[in-house]
């Protein structure tokens, strides 16, 4: 594998190829383990058959933005991917931010921190500072049997890698302001190798601030967070490691637009919450609209040699999530939904080579996860002139089982010439647990713990057996190498996503009577739910040049069991069922390019289509025309660009993007024009200032010439309806960011 120079920036999505599976050529055994932040040059990753793309350290740094904490802005520059926010700096809050892949929602991707789904499904939040990661991958088609583990993966899958603590002793320091009163403060603390045994470990501490864009109120309101790292090597090569990280947000969230809201343009940057009190809305006011949320994960690794060819690693990781979302129901009411969520797991792996020629990774996933989905209670509220709520009752309460994941996977890589042949398969097992739901007229305003005093009544109609489902998940991929600069690779795989049971619950309980009248019970209608499978094939082609690097890829991906929402006339109701399917299919292509005098680009372009593969058809007979329509929020066309230039001490990266137009519906009615955006870094670093390793200020202009743009849409490729609501994107915003590295 040869060593190629490239600038920070390049080195960002450099990996446009990425590393493959875990066993591919002579990345089997070899563990790589980062002690600290890297430097430029990197080495270019020898490109593998998946369509697999990689952030590096400083692409990090540069890609994360000011707010270094939304892992989603890290895809700017990948093919494929849009991602969204409802605010400049990426801040998570209720429908704050949507990602679209190959034309998927992100409800069904996978979101891992080091090869473990730490992540649930609801509350979850930004764990982990970005300074603390070291690096960034997103698989978009068919995977390994030991990557992409976690409830869905049917739209693709992210890991991060988290950055270990340093080797020698150090501290660093970031302190950001910027527009809409945005201040950050970032430390981290290395201790280096002490003590007898090598021991390592790392401190680090965050707070962050910003006021909403428009409107009043913060987003977030305050996110502190506070994260241990430990390194423990052992003489006979094994390795301990855990990482602790505890979080806090708050914040008040944007309010959405309905298409007739998003056809008067000039009303985009006001529309919102109101900021004051006012008669007939009152719940409109924007304090009843914010979530709060605390968060603790843990993750450990271990890692033990077998003999001179065997390696044997275990990742057990555990995570909590309380918290809660305020939002209105309607102009007067006001609904709390109270989040108590904890789920553990472990990862356990054996990784043995044969031989130069066969190596095979084998493992299992398990993992025991607290409800939600769907939610297990809700109040409401009325909200009141003086600014405060008064009790209305349960919106719904309810006991929930535990959800239970177990999955065996096996994969093997063999070679022979100038031919990589790899395949697994992965049984993903997972155990829906069972749910009941009570009568909620009368019952006092208590907690949950203390409500099953008054002994509410199982409600006959709302209860659903727990049920196992179970999926085998193979892949296989190929990687023949024409000459040594360039391969042609394909690549298989099939991917799970699980039944989205909150909406199907919440429809019901809406729409109790309508159901009851036809005699169907929530069992019935939980009965047309089961997991969206999905079929993918990648063909490509790795070009890898001195100066040039080039990526082209085809791919195609058949989906069936989808779930959607389906007008049922015989119960005069939408709710959600597993009866759609799609195709999608598209070209992408990425690369980067060096050029003389420090500059470099990275690039991506790509047209996808993801469409209906025929109408749906309700049970009552009802036809939906889907046939060939583009599901909502789901670009065809996806351009970026980014530029690296270094001299001396400066560094400037412009990054550029072209989200092409949009449907917001599946009639394809509610058209959201395509638009360009521009970003702008610029840094400037001394080094070895008095007792300092290196000193940098930097000014990052986000939106740079302040285009006016639709950016969220709510929908998602679920969606059949023209209920979808829409965000503006955020104006111009600049931050000034000063660090220092001791």
Request: aromatic share 12%; glycine share 10%; hydrophobic share 35%.
């Amino acid at each position: 594998m040869r060593t190629r120079m490239r600038s920070p920036l390049a080195a960002a999505v450099a990996a446009l190829c990425a590393a493959g599976p875990a066993l591919a050529a002579d990345a089997t055994l070899t563990e790589v383990v980062v002690t600290g932040a890297h430097e430029a040059p990197l080495t270019q990753p020898d490109p593998q058959p998946w369509a697999h793309s990689q952030v590096s350290r400083e692409g990090v740094a540069i890609l994360g933005g000011p707010a270094q904490t939304n892992p989603y802005r890290l895809l700017d520059l990948m093919p494929s991917v849009s991602a969204e926010s409802a605010d400049a700096y990426g801040l998570n809050s209720r429908g704050g931010r949507k990602l679209n892949l190959r034309g998927k929602g992100d409800f069904h991707l996978t979101r891992n921190i080091e090869g473990v789904p730490l992540y649930g499904i609801v509350g979850n939040n930004d764990l982990f500072d970005l300074e603390n990661v070291a690096g960034f991958e997103l698989y978009r088609g068919g995977m390994p049997a030991n990557a992409g583990l976690g409830v869905s993966n049917s739209t693709g899958a992210l890991d991060m890698t988290l950055r270990r603590p340093d080797e020698v002793p150090g501290v660093e320091i970031r302190q950001g302001f910027g527009s809409d009163s945005f201040r950050r403060t970032f430390a981290r603390i290395d201790s280096g190798r002490f003590g007898p045994a090598d021991t390592a470990l790392f401190v680090s501490a965050s707070d962050m601030e910003a006021d909403k864009w428009k409107g009043a109120g913060q987003t977030p309101g305050a996110r502190r967070n506070f994260t241990v790292g430990l390194a423990q090597p052992f003489s006979n090569g094994a390795r301990f490691e855990l990482f602790v990280a505890s979080n806090h947000i708050e914040g008040h969230d944007y309010r959405a637009m309905n298409y007739t809201q998003v056809e008067d343009k000039s009303n985009w940057r006001n529309f919102d919450y109101d900021e004051d009190l006012t008669a007939g809305r009152l719940a409109r006011y924007y304090d009843f609209n914010r979530n709060e949320f605390d968060d603790v994960g843990v993750i450990a690794n271990l890692v033990l040699p077998v003999g001179e060819a065997g390696r044997f690693t275990l990742r057990p990781y555990w995570w909590d999530n309380d918290g809660y979302f305020l939002f209105s129901s309607s102009d007067t009411n006001v609904r709390r939904w109270d989040v108590e969520h904890e789920q553990k797991g472990l990862v356990a792996q054996y990784d043995h080579r044969f031989s130069p020629a066969l190596d095979l990774t084998v493992g299992y996933w398990w993992m025991d996860m607290e409800s939600p989905p769907p939610p297990v209670y809700q109040k409401n509220y009325t909200a009141q002139a003086d600014g405060s709520l008064t009790y209305a009752g349960w919106a719904l309460l309810s006991k929930h089982g535990r959800h239970e994941f177990n999955s065996p996977f096996l994969q093997l890589t063999g070679r022979s010439g100038a031919t990589t042949i790899s395949g697994g398969v992965r049984l993903q097992q997972q155990s829906q647990p069972s749910f009941s739901y009570y009568a909620t007229a009368g019952l006092p305003d208590v907690s949950y713990d203390a409500v099953w005093v008054f002994n509410p009544a199982v409600d006959p109609w709302m209860r659903v057996s727990g049920k196992t489902y179970r999926e085998w998940l193979p892949n296989l991929s190929l990687r023949h190498e024409l000459r040594p600069d360039m391969a042609l690779t394909a690549a298989y795989g099939r991917r799970i996503g699980r039944p989205d049971w909150g909406p199907v619950a919440s429809t019901y309980s809406s729409n109790k009577a309508k159901f009851v009248a036809q005699n169907i019970t929530l069992q019935d209608v939980f009965s047309g739910l089961k997991p969206e499978i999905s079929d993918n094939l990648d063909l490509g082609l790795r070009y890898e040049g001195e100066r040039l690097s080039l990526v082209p890829n085809l791919y195609y991906a058949r989906t069936r069991d989808k779930e959607v929402s389906v007008y049922d006339p015989g119960v005069d109701v939408t709710y959600y069922q597993s009866v759609a399917k799609a195709v999608g299919y598209g070209a992408e292509l990425e690369g980067s390019y060096r050029f003389d005098g420090g500059l470099s680009a990275v690039f991506a372009l790509s047209w996808n289509r993801f469409a209906f593969d025929g109408d749906i058809q309700a049970k009552a007979g009802a036809v939906t025309g889907t046939d060939g329509k583009q599901v909502p929020n789901a670009p065809r066309m996806l351009a970026k660009l980014g530029v690296d230039w270094r001299s001396g001490n400066w560094n400037v990266s412009p990054v550029v993007r072209y989200v092409g137009k949009r449907y917001g519906d599946t009639l394809n009615k509610q058209k959201i024009d395509g638009y360009f955006l521009a970003d702008l870094h610029v840094g400037y670093q001394w080094k070895n200032v008095a007792m300092l390793q290196d000193v940098g200020i930097a000014l990052s202009v986000l939106n740079l010439f302040d285009k006016r743009y639709i950016g969220q849409i709510s929908a998602s490729d679920f969606d059949l309806n023209a209920g979808t609501t829409y965000y503006a994107g955020a104006p111009r915003t600049a931050v000034m960011t000063v660090s220092a590295r001791f």
